[in-house]
């Protein structure tokens, strides 16, 4: 800021009495003293101090020398081992341990020699509004009118309606591109790899399960067949389709009629998937037969449909149906009957 | 440095020599003249900002170091590097990249782990930064769009961090990603087709850890340069407020000068900053993703939860109540998921908003450069502690379980104490903050009044007993006096002699902020405590 | 009772049709049908003088639970067909005998010497046939050591990680339930839960998880244990909650402590 502004400032302060609102300002408030006398340091007053200091900057600043020195040792005499997890562990601790320590002596000297050797005591400096002076302000006006009257932006409707037109409609084609990001969803979220006669496998390797495996109290992490060998889109399809797999007593199960013949002999099958935002619905309470959400912390009831009675979810698991083909192994009677997952705008719409 | 000037060249050997050329090409002998001693007052509090920024900078430098190595492709490989519980597995290129980076490359998880630190230390110290500033009322004109671009900062903070938690691609972010795609797709009409955009097809679909990283290393660091640059260049403008004091004024700022003190200490700080940063990522493991294994969407591991700045949202979501789904025709509404996502959002904008509405309510257009003592703004401080309690119970609820195992108490009654204090903890703590305030606020005027007292009790002449009291000097008393008490506004006509709604409003709010007050004591109610105190005497 | 009548009661052919019939009820009967590696004919092998004892050890510190011939009362289940492996389990991790009744048995200093285990394993294994105590051949130091930890690793973060946590730091279960912290847990008792399901955790029987299977998982589990992290001290394995607390209190809390430091004017 130039000195002329400066002056100016001086004048436009007192010029301008911004309103207090409602703040009480009383005519007998205590006054300020002004700035507290300063304190004269041991470094000022003793020259072995102030040598002291000195030693323990430049002291600390060699320290750091030896530390980032240390650092390079370090990289090299404690290389990364193939298979030794000791050996990068070794590196990242001592390679680091160096490095730190040789920036912590070089910041905790600079500030050792700022606080004991720099002067210490305040100063003030003058502060003015942040409003441009007057004179400032009027000169600000002028030119933008001045702008206005050159180009005729007020007067030319017509220029200035249609310059809005075109910066309205100009970011559209940059907008649109974005479209493409990914395909409309179609009814594709409403769709799994199950269908009639797949059979349940074990999740990761796709071994069948045959439901005299199932015993009570067991729980199975179940792929449809042939997930674990798709080329393409397997985790898309795997983010869907994976099944929980459990037996309980029959006598304990509460089916409605529609869906009696959804489980075989005590054994019921639900997606995984979470109807709250998708989490892996994994953990089951064999005595409680409750399925627990590990990361919003909803709670199913197993055996009464998966009904929710605790945490956020709204909706039960959707169940999948399911029966025992000729070999005994467990299949699919058909695919989910609504979409699994969480809950989106159009997930009862049917097309 | 600064006597060269373009005149006496070649004086003064290389250092000189250079300030010459540097003046006579770029006028940097201006630039130090105008610079060169502004005054920056020296508080602990200040520093925080600081940190922020200098962990960003640390952000930079070894995110740099880690895109030489990281390849943001989801395309499915067979790990053959050299952890041995992974080799043989399948995963994405990102991961193994990012395992490569952990166990191939010397210095490569030091430089890992000193970039997650510094992200989660960059969020919590802006956020430290924005409470000092709240509670100082450093937000106070002319500032308020500063403290609209502190704002953006944080929440562009977030925004990096939740980008670059995502990358690796392993287990822990994966499961991340699915929780921010069922949020997606719980948005009413746009959610499915959104979701498809973001992940391009189905969740997880091959093409989102590109985006993000496009996204991470990109745009976000880019706009938080120019929000940093915007920042400290109003800083400049402003120039820093300083605390209540003797001396201390609207129209100075005291403190020491930039060169050299403040170029020594601030310096130094960056050093001490980055040379914490390093000392934790040498010794404290953070994400060990080769733990968590690649991302799969059938398996999740107790304990899954974003990094701490994301907590609170995701504690959002486990607060809400059951069976908040409801059908509109044949279209669902997942309030479970609306209602978190709208008061997060809703918080977010209060937080952005407070200084026009404490502004509003004030009435007050004066400059504001000297800080307000927390004790000084009861509501202010009330509403501050509320704003944390609220914050800090949706953050808790974010680990619900693991505060359910290590105290041993029931997850059920975990999540729904919190849902109770959600409500109830913001406004227990406005009011005790608040009556803390004043109390602390009566203290100091009790002390202005009739001096501190020495713990010295002598009997009078006359058989009394009392304490000495020690007058305070004049430096102490103001320090406790020195504040602006505001007195409540009520509702009064306008010209037309109308009490409009919006004065009424005006007159509730200002009742609320200024009904409970402590005025500081005057000079002449002082000067009269000290003779009732010299006649007792 | 004496231990004669004990015995005749048990001798009885339509107790042991009962017995049984319990046993296949209440700890599901499917473990005879699936299991390979889990041995039933052991209860054979073991000599009738250590059942003897251990039927001594049952009377005196476990019947006024589980009823005087293990069929179970109302304040503990029936042991019958449960086999050693669940009792090498509960009094081999002190979780039996049971203290209090809270949400569920906690692990506890191990009430009984590894005889007086065995000798009660050996008495509960002769009521019925269960699980045993799995072999070397897939809990010793050289089995685990020849596991597949990669494979293991995998089958734990679907069967064992939503419980156990990824790295077996353990998790909470519903109701003030929560799945233990599998660190120092000795293999056989990893192997034991796995077969038996102790509590609420589910059973995985050999035709879930094969004995290879579990082999190698519990070679991952002591592979995790015997490499501390690469990055430096853990924070317990906890994941991001420990990592926010922790920059919050220390880094930060440590860097404050330094501006104060910075700021304060020198003497």
């Known amino acids: 800021m130039s000195d002329k502004s400066k002056s100016l400032a001086k004048a436009e302060d007192a010029e301008h009495d911004y309103s207090a609102g409602l703040a009480v300002i009383a005519p007998d408030a205590v006054k300020d003293p002004g700035m507290e006398p300063h304190r004269v340091r041991m470094t000022d007053k003793s020259e072995a101090h102030e ?162 495996d199932v015993t009570i109290g067991s729980v199975f992490h179940v792929i449809p067949e042939g997930l674990a060998e798709l080329e393409h889109h397997k985790l898309e399809e795997k983010a869907k389709a994976a099944v929980l797999l459990v037996r309980v007593d029959p006598s304990i199960l509460k089916e409605s009629a529609e869906r009696k013949d959804w489980s075989y002999d005590g054994i019921v099958a639900y997606s995984k998937i979470c109807t709250h935002v998708g989490c892996p619905v994994a953990l089951y309470e064999q005595q409680t037969h409750h399925l627990l959400c590990p990361c919003h912390q909803s709670t199913f009831d197993l055996t009464d449909a998966c009904r929710v009675v605790f945490g956020p979810a709204a909706r039960p698991l959707p169940q999948l149906p399911i029966a025992v083909d000729a070999e005994g192994y467990l299949v699919a009677q058909d695919d989910f009957n609504e979409p699994v997952g969480p809950s989106f705008w159009e997930r009862s719409v049917n097309e | 440095m600064s006597n060269a000037t373009a005149t006496d060249n070649k004086k003064g050997g290389f250092l000189a020599g250079t300030a010459n050329y540097l003046d006579e090409r770029v006028g940097v002998a201006g630039i130090l003249k105008e610079f060169g001693r502004k005054v920056f007052p020296d508080h602990w509090s200040f520093m925080l900002g600081e940190v922020a920024l200098y962990s960003f ?52 998880l030091l430089f890992r782990q000193v970039h997650h630190w510094s992200a989660l230390l960059f969020v919590a110290a802006a956020g430290l930064h924005m409470l000092r500033v709240f509670f100082t009322g450093a937000f106070r004109k002319p500032r308020e769009i500063n403290w609209v671009v502190g704002f953006v900062l944080f929440v ?65 660091p880019a706009l938080i340069l120019v929000f940093v640059a915007v920042h400290l260049f109003m800083v400049v403008i402003h120039k820093h407020t300083h605390y209540a004091g003797p001396g201390k004024r609207d129209d100075n700022v005291v403190g020491y000068p930039l060169m050299p003190v403040y170029v020594a200490k601030a310096g130094g700080f960056f050093f001490i900053v980055f040379g914490v940063i390093m000392l934790i990522a040498a010794t404290f493991t953070i994400n060990p993703i080769w733990a968590y294994g690649a991302y799969d969407p059938s398996p999740v591991s107790a304990g899954t939860q974003p990094d701490w700045y994301i907590g609170w ?26 209602i978190p996502l709208v008061v997060g959002i809703l918080f977010l904008v209060i937080v952005a908003l407070y200084p026009f509405l404490e502004a509003w309510v004030t009435g007050d257009k004066r400059e504001h450069h000297v800080l307000d003592r927390p004790r000084n703004t009861p509501v202010r401080t009330g509403i501050g502690a509320a704003g944390i309690t609220f914050y800090a119970v949706l953050w808790a609820g974010a680990s619900t379980d693991l505060i359910a195992t290590h105290f041993q108490v029931s997850l059920n009654h975990v999540l729904t104490s919190m849902q109770i204090l959600l409500i109830v903890g913001p406004i227990a703590a406005y009011m005790i903050t608040k009556r803390a305030c004043l109390s602390l606020m009566r203290k100091d005027r009790e002390i202005a009044l009739h001096g501190r007292e020495t713990g010295r009790v002598v009997r009078l002449p006359h058989g009394e007993y009392i304490e000495v009291h020690e007058p305070m000097d004049e430096y102490e008393l103001y320090k406790l006096v020195g504040y602006k008490a505001y007195e409540p506004m009520l509702a009064r006509p306008n010209a037309k002699g109308v009490i409009t709604l919006r004065s009424r409003i005006r007159a509730v709010l200002s009742r609320f902020y200024f009904e409970d007050r402590v005025v500081p004591p005057t000079k002449g109610e002082i000067a009269a405590a000290h003779d009732h105190g010299k006649e007792l005497h | 009772m004496t231990k004669q009548k004990l015995n005749n009661a048990r001798r009885s052919p339509f107790a042991a049709i009962l017995v049984i019939l319990a046993g296949l009820l209440i700890s599901g009967g499917g473990y005879a049908v699936a299991s390979d590696a889990v041995d039933t004919t052991s209860v054979a092998a073991t000599s009738q003088a250590t059942v003897d004892a251990g039927k001594k050890l049952f009377l005196a510190n476990c019947a006024s639970c589980h009823g005087s011939n293990a069929e179970g009362t109302n304040m503990g289940p029936s042991l019958i067909g449960v086999g ?81 946590n990824a790295v077996g730091a353990g998790g909470a279960l519903t109701e003030g339930k929560f799945a233990p912290r599998l660190e120092g847990v000795e293999a056989k008792h990893i192997y034991e839960a796995m077969v038996i399901g102790p509590q ?47 920059v919050w209190i220390f880094v930060l809390g440590g860097i404050v402590v330094i501006t104060i430091w910075l700021g304060a004017k020198s003497n």
Request: net charge negative; proline share 6%.
């Open chain 3, 84 to 164: 050693a492996a669940s009792v090498d389990f509960q009094v081999g991790t002190g979780r039996m005998p049971g203290q209090n009744s809270g949400p569920q048995l906690m692990k506890k200093p191990v009430q009984f010497t590894e005889e007086q285990t065995a000798q009660l394993a050996a008495y509960v294994a002769s009521l019925a046939p269960g699980p045993s105590i799995p072999s070397e051949e897939w809990v010793g130091e050289a089995a685990l050591a020849a596991g597949d930890t990669m494979k293991g690793g995998e089958l734990f973060r679907i069967n064992c990680a939503m419980c156990h």
């Open chain 2, 313 to 338: 949202l995701d504690g959002a979501l486990r607060l809400a109540p059951t069976h908040m789904e409801y059908m509109i025709g044949d279209f669902t509404l997942s309030l479970n998921i609306l």
């Open chain 3, 200 to 246: 609420n955790m589910p059973v995985f029987n050999d035709a879930n998880l094969t004995p290879e299977d579990k082999r190698d998982i519990i070679s991952y589990l002591k592979y995790v244990e015997a490499n501390p992290s690469a990055g430096g001290e853990e924070l317990g394995g906890l994941g991001p909650v420990a990592e926010g607390l922790f």
């Open chain 2, 156 to 220: 562009l903070g977030m925004a990096g961090g939740f980008t670059g938690y995502s990358l690796p691609d392993d287990l822990l972010s994966g499961n991340g990603l699915r929780i921010i795609d069922g949020m997606i797709k719980g948005i009413p009409y746009i959610g499915a087709y959104t979701s498809s955009l973001l992940f391009g097809g189905e969740f997880p679909g091959e093409a989102i850890v590109a985006r993000l990283y496009s996204l991470h290393i990109m745009i976000v």
């Open chain 1, 51 to 212: 040598k002291r200091a000195a030693r323990q900057v430049a002291a600390l600043f060699l320290f750091s020398i030896v530390s980032s020195a240390f650092a390079l040792y370090a990289y090299f005499a404690f290389p990364i081992v193939e298979g030794s997890n000791a050996s990068v562990r070794d590196n990242t601790l001592l390679l680091g341990v160096g490095a730190a320590f040789g920036m912590l002596a070089i910041g905790v000297g600079a500030v050792h020699w700022a606080k004991t050797l720099m002067p210490d005591a305040e100063v003030s400096e003058a502060r003015h509004q942040t409003r441009g002076s007057e004179e400032t302000r009027a000169r600000a006006i002028e030119i933008i009118d001045l702008a206005n009257k050159e180009s005729g932006f007020s007067r030319r409707k017509l220029i200035r309606r249609s310059l809005y037109g075109a910066l309205a409609f100009f970011p559209l084609p940059g907008l649109i591109v974005f479209a493409d990001l990914g395909p409309n969803p179609g009814d594709s979220l409403k769709h799994t790899m199950w269908k009639k006669g797949t059979r349940l496998t074990r999740d990761p390797d796709g071994k069948p399960i045959k439901a005299s």
């Open chain 2, 57 to 108: 900078l640390v952000l930079l430098l070894s995110g740099t170091f880690l895109t030489f190595w990281f390849q943001p492709s989801m395309v499915p490989v067979i790990y053959e590097g050299s952890y041995a519980p992974l080799k043989g597995a399948e995963m994405s290129i990102a991961y193994a990249s990012t395992l490569d980076i952990s166990f191939e490359i010397r210095g490569g």
